[in-house]
């Protein structure tokens, strides 16, 4: 499985910017997918995620600033981040679950994306 993540950047205080992350690859039965972030000196975090049911979940220090989505035919996910403040600044990296082959007999996995810089500029 391949995730190639999309979209960031540089952005002022309370500016917006739009995270894409397409899944690419043999793969079968994609779960959950979401974004986590790593700031410097500091351990990964979950950001967002999101079932195959589009039941979402969000960190508290963003709810209500940021919006997950999918679309399972083009097997993309999307965060769109308003408000953005400069504690938002971390590499943000896509998450996927799911069977990285063509047979369901296989077990599920773990699969993350190289990763993109947002900077948030106060």
């Not at 969000?58 to 996910?77: E, H, L, M, P, Q």
């Not at 996927?96 to 296989?106: E, Q, T």
């Not at 994306?113 to 500029?121: A, C, D, E, I, N």
Request: proline share 2%.
């Amino acid at each position: 499985v391949q995730l190639q993540a999309s979209g960031g950047g540089l952005a002022q205080t309370g500016g917006s910017l739009r995270l894409s992350c397409v899944a690419s690859g043999t793969f079968s039965d994609l779960k959950d997918m979401g974004w986590y972030r790593q700031a410097p000196g500091k351990w990964r975090e979950s950001v967002a995620t999101i079932t195959t049911g589009h039941i979402t979940n969000y960190a508290d220090s963003v709810k209500g600033r940021f919006t997950i989505s999918r679309d399972d035919f083009k097997n993309t996910v999307w965060l769109q981040m308003n408000d953005l403040k400069p504690e938002d600044t971390a590499v943000y990296y896509c998450y996927a679950r799911a069977i990285g082959s063509a047979s369901l007999k296989d077990p599920m996995d773990d699969w993350w994306g190289q990763g993109t810089q947002v900077t948030v500029s106060s």
